[in-house]
């Protein structure tokens, strides 16, 4: 498999976990009643495809580029903001009030990430 094969994998993961966070996060802040439950499992379910696509993407670049133990430091920022980002759903459901916050996140989650995989800064 070729670094472009990956790299395109990673983005539609980025795409599929950003697009199912925007839908979980506004459910959650407008506070609906959700009467639809399918609509939430197709979004929850998006956001686990998403999260699976971005990591094995990100191992398999990661051995295209030979980079091995230890990890460089951008490295670890991405794997932060994957387990938050996994994390985020679980704790939004328990606490709908900390939703607002995760939005905020999520945009400062995106900017991060897209500096670290694309500058590579340490
Ligand atoms: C939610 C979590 C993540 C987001 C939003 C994210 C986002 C990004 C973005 C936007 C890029 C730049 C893409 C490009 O230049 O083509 C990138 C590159 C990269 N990501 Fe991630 N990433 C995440 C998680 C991970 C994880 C968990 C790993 C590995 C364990 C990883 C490994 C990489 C690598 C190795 C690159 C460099 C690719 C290259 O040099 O072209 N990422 N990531």
Excluded at 26 to 47: E, I, P, Q, Y
Excluded at 92 to 105: D, G
Aim: aromatic fraction near 14%; proline fraction near 3%; avoid cysteine.
């Amino acid at each position: 498999m070729d670094m472009s094969f990956y790299r395109i994998l990673h983005i539609i993961g980025i795409l599929l976990l950003f697009q199912s966070l925007g839908a979980y996060l506004f459910n959650a802040m407008t506070d609906r009643a959700s009467g639809d439950k399918s609509a939430l499992k197709m979004v929850t379910r998006l956001h686990g495809l998403g999260l699976l696509l971005i990591v094995i993407s990100g191992f398999g670049m990661l051995a295209k580029l030979q980079l091995f133990w230890p990890l460089p430091g951008w490295i670890w920022i991405m794997l932060i903001v994957w387990v938050l980002s996994g994390l985020s759903v679980f704790l939004v459901k328990k606490n709908p009030a900390s939703a607002r916050m995760w939005w905020i996140l999520t945009i400062v989650f995106g900017v991060v990430t897209v500096l670290m995989g694309v500058l590579k800064p340490f």
